[in-house]
């Protein structure tokens, strides 16, 4: 029988998996997949190490009102009807906010969880369903070890004043600063550039990981020095449904002069806003590409226009710039994108080879180009399920990182 690892990423409205075989070296997951559509109509989807689609044995009647501890409860339940001969040891998670607490994975116990749970308001979209697939398993299988791996983790090397805002130091002292997000995408990037750049990859590179949710990680031997996101997950770049970095004083303006409740800005900010609320078209991109409405249009330049000068922005942190690196779902496959923002660094010495980017090969920029620029697919579930084989070999209490 072989022990294998179940990770998992709870997301606002899906739940990504993947199976790796316990034994180190087994990058290639066994299965991997995701439940989509949560909350409206759940699909599910599944593919083994070969590739072959596992549709026609999923969750073939799935309740539209499941929520993600159900889900996450069919899921365990598939994975056992159909991998005869696989048995689970340990499940990792992806958990959105670490704060202070932890700097790195770790076991996770009621502690832990009462921790995390502090943190629900720092990260509304995410934390509670990273958590309610957390409690599901520690329900059905409380013997199971959970690890959590957190998007924060990454981002505790920075520099004092990259997590400075400039508000009273008290208000710092007690963690109102600026903490950062994906940063698994970004450790695995960091792990793989020497593949891609051998020695430059210890250069000043800045990752762009382009979905639903966007930021960009100026990063130096391999470690972030500063980042787009903030205390939350709204600050920064235009993302799919959240408005980025935004004036203090227009949220003061809503509630103060519009007379909207907190709720109501909170679900404006976090729901109604980024790419869907511009266009009043969609959130994702590739529709708004293929969309002949102007307001598309401008939607996608306004955020080009945004990722770009927050690049910018990050070369100075930088005092300098190496490489570039784009990925995530936008950033691995729309051309347009990366072109419009690569654009306006041609002073910079930055030159695309424009077919190279038609055709999302790895190294886009010419030969003849200053910064080097490339397209690396990110794997944050590798990431997991290697912390997680880390951990359980060596479970003791003195192995707890952060706390």
Known sequence: ????????????????????????????????GK????????????????????????????DETADHAALTLRLLDWLHDHNGGVNVVASGHRVVHG????????????????????????????????????????????????????????????PRLAQLFGLPRAMSEDGLVRYGFHGLSYEFICKVLPDYLGGRADGRVIIAHLGNGASLCAVKSRRSIA??????????????????????????????????SVDEVHHLLYRESGLLGVSGVSNSMQVLLESKDPNAREAIELFCYRAACELGSLVAALEGLDAIVFTAGIGENCE???????????????????????????????????????VVPTDEQAIIADATRVLIARPSEQDRVGQ
């Open 1 to 32: 029988m072989t022990d294998a690892i179940l990770t998992l990423n709870a997301g606002s409205s899906s739940i990504k998996f993947a199976l790796y075989a316990l034994e180190d070296g087994h990058r290639v997951p066994l299965i991997h």
């Open 227 to 260: 980042t787009t996101m903030g205390f939350t997950a709204l600050h920064g770049l235009v993302m799919g449904r959240r408005c980025g970095t935004l004036d203090a004083g227009a949220v003061l303006h809503l509630l103060q002069e519009q007379g909207m």
């Open 35 to 62: 439940i989509e559509g949560i909350g409206r109509a759940p699909d599910f989807r599944a593919q083994d190490a070969a590739g072959l689609n596992l549709i026609e044995d999923g969750l073939e009647t799935i």
């Open 99 to 158: 704060g202070r607490f932890f700097d790195g994975p770790v076991l996770i116990d009621t502690e832990v969880l009462n921790r995390l749970d502090s943190l629900v308001p720092l990260a509304p979209l995410h934390q509670p369903n990273n958590l309610a697939a957390i409690r599901a398993i520690a329900d059905r299988a409380p013997e199971l070890p959970q690890i959590a791996c957190f998007d924060t983790s990454f981002h505790r090397t920075q």
């Open 336 to 374: 347009r994108v990366r072109r419009t923002i690569c654009s306006r660094f041609a002073w910079l010495g930055v030159a695309l080879d424009p077919v190279a980017n038609e055709e999302n090969a790895t190294v886009i920029s010419r030969k003849d180009s200053k910064i080097d620029v490339l």
